[in-house]
């Protein structure tokens, strides 16, 4: 079994459930507590063993290019003035060279279609990531590496994390049903995104890390367009599912939709505790 190695984060989109803070910033790219977003997933798919990333962009994210390279004239000032603690936490953020590639989606035709995007770099036998970077995963164990631990377990199959979703939201996501469940991991039977109202066939709704074969890309390519007019990757993934197992994981951990105004503040704050403790918990008792 090939190790998972490559991650596809599509980064096109354009942010508007949290505008006008994205009308110029990438939403990857808005600060939660310290850093840009983007950061806090990177941080994760380096933990499950990720070597190297696919980001797929549009119009408008070269801060996205910019963020992981050199910044020569911050980065000479900052070590002119002896400032070698924030000079640290500069370069951390570096990638090794080579570790990202871009990919330039030219038109939002959906998440299945920036997915595909991406099939150039990788291997007809490669299993690889698919992280969607509006979710901040915070947990023990790196989200992505749960996903990529589960995909081996299950000797290869592909592997959807998904969660229980909140009452009456059902609608916006993509939903599996289940082929009953017992633990955290499951085999699935059926995808189906944004389920109109009240057809939803569980409550558990994809929340972002994927596991996939090689094999969806050829799939893509004949998906049509689905719900919102929008070639989905659900509907890529549930043509696949005609031919190779797929497994629900409830990973364990928390998630933060960053996409969401809420979710950003609630993000936020978590980000803060968890970096600084009860400094950042005092903070948030003084507000309240
Ligand atoms: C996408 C996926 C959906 C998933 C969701 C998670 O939808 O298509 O299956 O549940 O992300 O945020 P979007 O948020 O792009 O509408």
Not at 242 to 262: I, N, P, S
Request: glycine content about 10%; some cysteine.
């Amino acid at each position: 079994m090939k190790r998972v190695r490559k991650a596809v984060l599509p980064v096109a989109g354009l942010g508007t459930r949290v505008l006008p803070g994205t009308k110029i910033t990438a939403k990857e790219m808005l600060n939660v507590f310290d850093r840009p977003l983007l950061s806090y997933i990177i941080a994760e798919g380096r933990a499950a063993g990720i070597e190297h990333f696919i980001f797929v962009t549009g119009r408008g994210k070269q801060s996205i290019e910019d963020y992981f390279d050199h910044h020569p004239e911050m980065e000479a000032q900052l070590e002119k003035k002896g400032k070698t603690e924030a000079l640290a936490a500069l370069l951390a953020e570096l990638p090794k060279p080579g570790e990202m590639s871009f990919v330039r989606q030219m038109q939002p035709l959906g998440l299945g279609h920036a997915v595909w995007c991406a099939r150039d770099l990788i291997a007809p036998d490669e299993p690889f990531a698919v992280m969607l970077p509006d979710m901040i995963m915070h947990a023990a164990v790196s989200p992505m590496k749960q996903a990529i631990d589960a995909h081996e377990k299950t000797g290869g199959a592909n592997i959807v994390v998904v969660e229980p979703c909140p009452e009456g939201q059902a609608h916006q996501y993509g939903i599996v049903a289940l082929d009953g469940q017992n633990g955290r991991l499951n085999r699935m039977t059926g995808m189906v995104e944004k389920p109109p109202k009240g057809t939803e066939p569980s409550n558990l709704f994809i929340s972002g890390r994927y596991v996939l074969s090689a094999d969806i890309f050829s799939l893509l390519e004949k998906t049509p367009r689905g719900a919102g007019g929008e070639i989905q990757l659900t509907d890529g993934m549930a043509e696949l599912m005609k031919t190779q197992a797929f497994h629900a994981l409830e990973y364990e951990g928390t998630t933060y939709d960053c996409g969401d105004r809420m979710g950003l503040l609630r993000a936020n704050v978590a980000m803060a505790i968890a970096a600084e403790g009860d400094a950042a918990r005092d903070v948030v008792r003084g507000l309240l």
